[in-house]
Each structure stands twice: as C-alpha cells, then as structure tokens.
C-alpha cells in the first residue's frame, strides 16, 4: 500500500512536506488504521489515515456527512467555551474537497489530524474512569440540541438487541461455518435472556425514553487522554454517530471498562465486574449528564449495562456461527473467546444489578 500517495490526494497544513515513517494502528476490530508522520519545514506532523470498512460500513459517504456535521457542530461550541480543555476530531479534506479518497482498488479512505500528546489508558484508574464518565457524559449533552434529522442512520438498528438476537436465531438455523456444536451452552445462556433484548426499545416505543445523537462505541479506547494533564480531552471514533439511546453509550461503556481482563481474555476466571470503575465512571459520567437524563434513563443505567454486555457477546457469538465474517481476527477462534468473556461478565453483573442500584441512588 503506497501510503504517501493517499496522503497526498489530503489537504493538509502545508503541501510541501516529506514523508517519514508509518506505523499501523491495531486496537480496532473493523477498519484499518494508519499513522503517518511527515516533516514540514522545521516540523513533524502526524496523520491517522483510515480505510473504512465498506462491508461493515455500507454508507461510507453519509458516515463521512454525519462526522463532518457532528465535529463542526461540537467545535463551534467548543470555541465558545461550552467545554475547557476538551477537543474533538479534524477532518482533512482531499484537494478537491471531497471528506474521503476513493484508491484505485475502490479503498475508501479518509485523513484525520493525530491527537498529539495523548494516550488511552491500558489499566484505567478510578481517576481514569471518573473522566472518561465525564468525558461522554459532556460529548452527549453537548450534542443534546443537534438537529438529529441530519444523521443518517448507516448501520441500521445498530444497537437494537431485539433485532441482534435475531441474526443470532438466523445464524444458529444457517451454521454458515459448521460450528454449532460447539456452542451449545452459549446459545442457552442468550435463549435465557431473550426478553430482556427488547426491554430498552419498549420503553423507547412507550415514549419513556428519549432517542437522542449517540456516539454508540464507547469503549475506553475511544477517548483519548492528555499525556501532561491525565484528563480526557478527545472522544474519537465517530463512524456510529447515529440516533441511539443515551443508555447504549452509558452500558457499553462499562462493558468495557468494568471488565477486569481484556475484551478477549481466554481464561474467564479473571473476567470480573469491577464495581470501584463503576462508580468512579457514573459519577463523572452523572456530573456531566445527569441534567438531560429522564427519571426513566437513570433507572435504567445498570441494566443497560448487562444488555450491552449481552447484545455485544451475542454479536461475537454469531459472527463465529457465520465464520468470522464481521469482526476481525487474529485466531481461530477468537469470536468465541470474545463471546464467553463477554457472557461471564453479564453474569458478574446479573449478580450486582441491586448494589449498582443502590449507588445511584445514593448519589441522587
Ligand atoms: C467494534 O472497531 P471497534 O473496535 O471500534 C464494533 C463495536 C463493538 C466493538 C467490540 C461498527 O468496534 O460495535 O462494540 O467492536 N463496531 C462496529 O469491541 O460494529
Ligand atoms: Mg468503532
């Protein structure tokens, strides 16, 4: 892959720069990331360039509309002040002002400015995960009076569990890859819990809950902290800028963070529900938000949790039944290391959903 071409078709700062090093970025499970770094005159500059995956992401053009709309929306308040010491993402446009390049081999491609001075924290701290809290409670109100008509929705019914459990029945009745038998327990553990997969869009349907601008991927590594001050200063990631519920952002969120081993951690002794990152996160995220939250969303804050948990393990579940069509890999077996972790710790916190309740409460 000749990365300096691509590059070049982007309007960056200055034209006349060298190109030094590359580097590929690896956290992500569904696009491919690149960071680029060129010498302008006296200075470095570095560049994240993303090829998006166009068989996850159908509607790459109108993902790319709803991320130019949403940070130049957030950036607008941003000058105003609405948030001290946050940022949000820039976008380079090619020469002819297009968001993306399309390569030769039909790759799509787009270029944002690297987020210099930052990190994502690897073993988050309750301070860590007080500010992420804070960080995507900020970016949901900040986002609050967006016009939502303006989004496109690219993936359709992204987080609507009902229908993800669904693709699992389909999957189950395909057995694309052969590999039912193996699953036997897992399909059981998720048939146990059908009905709470339709739980959130009842309310949402009853008009107890709001639909709202939802970022919908809110795992800790899509917000980026700074390396001097340690405060989260840059939510990234926004292909699924999307209607949602603020409740998909808040569960997801934890899902991720509250797991005390790695999304993929083969031995699920060590998958635990850590319940000090869960309430430093609800507080920070609570400090942020909890003025635009309805009685009904606050209520609603740790069974979301174990709902995001379930619909993500379901997802791993039957991408593995379909044959690691979605997600990508490094083994063999990977979809369904990422399903049981995910499914041990639904149980962990079936287990806590009382003491989570009571610390909101608490807090109240
Ligand atoms: C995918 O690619 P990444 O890491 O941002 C997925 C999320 C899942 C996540 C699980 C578009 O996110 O929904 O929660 O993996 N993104 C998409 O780690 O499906
Ligand atoms: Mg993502």
């Known amino acids: 892959m000749d990365f300096q071409d691509i590059l070049q078709q982007f309007n960056l700062e200055d034209n006349d720069w060298q190109f030094i090093a590359q580097q590929e970025l690896l956290g992500g499970h569904i696009n491919n990331t690149y960071q680029l770094e060129t010498q302008q005159g006296e200075q470095v500059r570095r560049y994240v360039l993303q090829r998006i995956n166009v068989n996850v992401f159908k509607q790459p053009v109108q993902l790319m509309e709803n991320i130019r709309h949403v940070t130049n929306f957030v950036r607008v308040k941003l000058d105003e002040g609405a948030a001290p010491g946050q940022s949000t993402l820039t976008v380079y446009p090619t020469h002819d002002g297009q968001d993306y390049h399309i390569d030769a081999d039909g790759g799509f491609w787009r270029c944002y400015q ?68 193996e699953v036997t327990e897992e399909i059981a553990f998720a048939q146990a819990r059908k009905e709470d997969c339709s739980k959130l869009l009842d309310l949402c349907a009853a008009g107890e809950i709001p639909t709202r601008v939802t970022h919908n ?148």
Not at 136 to 154: I, K
Not at 262 to 286: C, H, W
Not at 305 to 317: A, N, S, V
């Open 114 to 181: 690297y987020v210099e001075n930052s990190y994502s924290p690897q073993e988050p701290t309750e301070t860590d995960a007080y500010r992420a809290g804070h960080a995507f409670g900020t970016f949901m109100s900040l986002l609050n009076d967006f016009p939502a008509e303006q989004l496109h929705e690219t993936i359709p019914g992204f987080h609507n569990t009902a229908a993800r459990y669904e693709h699992l029945q389909q999957a189950i009745a395909n057995n694309a890859a052969g590999r039912l038998h």
């Open 217 to 364: 991927d809110t795992k800790l590594n899509n917000v980026l902290f700074d390396k001097t001050t340690q405060q989260a200063k840059c939510v990234i990631d926004l292909d699924t800028i999307m209607p949602g519920l603020a409740l998909y952002d808040y569960g997801d969120a934890l899902r991720f963070l509250g797991n005390t081993a790695r999304e993929d951690e083969r031995d699920i002794n060590n998958v635990q529900f850590s319940m000090p990152l869960f309430e430093a996160y609800t507080k920070g995220y609570l400090a942020a938000a909890r003025d635009a939250l309805t009685p009904a969303e606050l209520a609603m804050l740790p069974f979301s949790i174990k709902l995001m948990t379930l619909e993500c393990g379901m997802r791993f579940l039957t991408d593995y039944l379909n044959g690691d069509t979605y997600f990508r890999i490094h083994y063999p077996d990977h979809n369904l290391v990422r399903c049981r972790t995910q499914f041990k710790l639904v149980r962990e916190i079936e287990a806590r959903l009382g003491d989570m309740e009571a610390f909101i409460a608490s807090l109240a």
